[in-house]
Every structure is written in structure tokens, then in C-alpha cells.
């Protein structure tokens, strides 16, 4: 087997300029709104680390359904599993915009990890961030009503609280596919924006824009954000 590529030490290593630059088993690639990153059943070879723009991952079951089982967005990695011996893709991964991602290959990624301590806690921190996500989705599912669940994951997908503030989500998100991802119909996803539209929560015209009061509506539990019996 070949070495892995050499990452040099350094006190002031910077991940994500690490990220940032091509070399050491690390390229740089565009991807144009809707291109493929990996398709599922590919051999799983490298980690990815999206520096801008949003990827959605679905899954293509033997009977040709498809089903989307996250989206990523700014600084998130994806297709990690592959350091932990997957050898193929379980799923397919899309650009949901225009993306710059970056591809690392598992010799230089497992290197990065032995050898910057700084680049171990981003990769960590990430990781945990991650776990933490899917216990919410899991107690959202459980739990909360699909009007509350689609409340969520439209502040999710704005990305609320990033620097910058909510970014417009585009309009390749459907409402078939919204409906897939809180585990509803299209029809109730359909009569929960538009009456999320009418009391000012978003705007939805082709890409929908969500508003501040979206995000006081849930944490305050408003009886508007409950779904009707």
C-alpha cells in the first residue's frame, strides 16, 4: 500500500484553510445545481467537505423509490463512512445549488486526523454536532405534529442562526420532497405553507424565504404552529 500523504504539523494549522487548498490527497471541485457528487453503489473512497452551497443525499431502494435522507450545507462533511470500512455508497449525493466542495482522499484524511490535533476537534465537533441532529429528528418525528416538523426543517434548511442570517432555500426543494422528509403527504405539506405564507411566516414564490417569526412561532409553541385535529 502506498504512504499516506505527508500533512505537516504545525501550531497554527488552520482546518478549514486546510480544506480550502488542493494538494495532499485533497482536490477542489464545482458542482452546477442538480450534478451527482457519488452516486449509491459507487466504491466509497474519499470524504467530502462542502465549503459553499447545499447537497441533498437520497436512497434508491430495489424497487426504484427514491427517499431523501438529509441535506448538508456549509462546512458539513458527508460520505465519511467510508473510514469506518463501507467500501461502497449507500446513497446518492446532489448539489442542491451551485456547490464548491472538496474531496479528501481516506490516506490523507486518516493522516489529517493522526497528525493535527486541531483538525481531530473540527472533525469531532462535527461528528458530535451530527449525532446530535439525528437524536432531534428522531424526537421531532416521534413527538411533534407534521406542521411543527415542517416548521423545523424549513428553519433548518434556511440555515436560522448562521452568520449572515436565513438563506433563501431553493426552489429544487419540492413539496413531495419536503412531505418525504417529515414523514407526510404532499396535500398537508401544501396546506401548511400556505397558511404558514398567509400569516407571514415565509415567503414562497419560487424559492421560499422564511421570516424571524417562523422560528418565535415554534419556540413559543403558538397554537398556530400546532396541527389541527
Known amino acids: 500500500m502506498p504512504n499516506p500523504p505527508h500533512v505537516p504539523r504545525s501550531k497554527d494549522f488552520d482546518p478549514l484553510a486546510f480544506l480550502s487548498r488542493a494538494g495532499d490527497g485533497k482536490?477542489?471541485?464545482?458542482?452546477?445545481?442538480?450534478?451527482?457528487?457519488?452516486?449509491?453503489?459507487?466504491?466509497?473512497?474519499?470524504?467530502?467537505?462542502?465549503?459553499?452551497?447545499?447537497?441533498?443525499?437520497?436512497?434508491?431502494?430495489?424497487?426504484?423509490?427514491?427517499?431523501?435522507?438529509?441535506?448538508?450545507?456549509?462546512?458539513?462533511?458527508?460520505?465519511?463512512?467510508?473510514?469506518?470500512?463501507?467500501?461502497?455508497?449507500?446513497?446518492?449525493?446532489?448539489?442542491?445549488?451551485?456547490?464548491?466542495?472538496?474531496?479528501?482522499t481516506k490516506p490523507?484524511?486518516?493522516?489529517?486526523?493522526?497528525?493535527?490535533?486541531?483538525?481531530?476537534?473540527?472533525?469531532?465537533?462535527?461528528?458530535?454536532?451530527r449525532n446530535t441532529r439525528i437524536e432531534d429528528d428522531l424526537i421531532d418525528q416521534l413527538f411533534n405534529s407534521s406542521e411543527r416538523r415542517l416548521a423545523r426543517l424549513l428553519l433548518l434548511l434556511a440555515d436560522f442562526g448562521a452568520e449572515g442570517g436565513p438563506k433563501p432555500i431553493p426552489i429544487t426543494l419540492s413539496q413531495e420532497t419536503l412531505a418525504e422528509m417529515i414523514g407526510t403527504t404532499r396535500s398537508?405539506?401544501?396546506?401548511?405553507?400556505?397558511k404558514f405564507r398567509k400569516k407571514g411566516f415565509i415567503n414562497y414564490n419560487g424559492k421560499i424565504e422564511v421570516h424571524r417569526s417562523l422560528l418565535d412561532a415554534v419556540l413559543r409553541d403558538k397554537p398556530q404552529i400546532r396541527e389541527d385535529e
Do not use: W
Not at 188 to 194: I, K, L, S, W
Open 27 to 104: 482536490t477542489l471541485q464545482r458542482y452546477r445545481k442538480d450534478q451527482k457528487i457519488f452516486t449509491q453503489g459507487e466504491d466509497a473512497d474519499a470524504v467530502f467537505f462542502i465549503r459553499s452551497g447545499k447537497v441533498k443525499v437520497a436512497v434508491l431502494s430495489e424497487h426504484g423509490k427514491e427517499a431523501v435522507i438529509g441535506f448538508l450545507t456549509n462546512h458539513q462533511f458527508f460520505g465519511e463512512g467510508c473510514l469506518q470500512g463501507s467500501k461502497f455508497r449507500g446513497g446518492t449525493s446532489y448539489a442542491m445549488e451551485d456547490c464548491l466542495i472538496t474531496a479528501i
Open 108 to 129: 490523507a484524511m486518516r493522516a489529517a486526523l493522526i497528525k493535527e490535533p486541531k483538525f481531530s476537534t473540527f472533525f469531532l465537533t462535527y461528528l458530535l454536532s
Open 188 to 194: 398537508r405539506v401544501n396546506f401548511f405553507m400556505n
